[in-house]
């Protein structure tokens, strides 16, 4: 099933309107590798080729034909732990850009979750939408 901008229900004026063509761009994206026969790991190392082309277009270290130190800097900056959640070190990255961005965010997590928006009740498909809707605003 193909997946439109025009399929999805408009809630109105909100900020996406000014990003419509990415909005379209992010839809047609999706609908290509949520195909059943694009694994897991394929999808992980498509995002890994956008993100070094992003990186190396913003001026930073240029893996596009240096894996072996990719690979290297990757196991030196998540250094002894032993095994990655990419979920849990997303999460990590976020709350580190967001208190680097304004250090009254707390660097406690109960605090953390105390204080953050009240979206617990939300269907965990809601949350990811909102992730990748922010992500997105960010231009990550």
Same mark, same amino acid.
């Given at each position: ?7 999805? $229900? *408009?809630? =109105?004026? !909100?900020?996406?309107?000014? @990003?419509? /063509?990415?909005?379209?761009?992010? &839809?047609?994206? #999706? ?24 990186? $190396? *277009?913003? =001026?930073? !270290?240029?893996?596009?034909? @240096?894996? /072996?130190?990719?690979?290297?800097? &990757?196991?030196? #900056? ?24 304004? $250090? ?16 617990? &009740? ?19």
């Amino acid at each position: 099933m193909a997946i439109t901008l025009e399929t999805i $229900a *408009a809630p =109105g004026a !909100t900020p996406i309107a000014n @990003n419509a /063509a990415s909005a379209k761009s992010f &839809a047609n994206d #999706y609908s290509k590798l949520i195909n059943r026969n694009i694994s897991s790991q394929d999808r992980k190392m498509i995002s890994i080729t956008g993100l070094i082309y992003e990186l $190396a *277009a913003a =001026g930073g !270290t240029n893996y596009k034909s @240096n894996h /072996a130190g990719l690979r290297q800097d &990757a196991t030196v #900056y998540t250094g002894g732990i032993p095994m990655i959640d990419l979920e849990v070190a997303m999460a990590a990255l976020e709350w580190n850009a967001g208190r680097a961005a304004d $250090a009254t965010l707390s660097a406690d997590v109960p605090a953390l979750i105390a204080s953050g928006p009240k979206l617990d &009740a939300s269907p965990v498909d809601a949350l990811d939408r909102i992730i990748i809707f922010l992500r997105a605003k960010l231009g990550k």
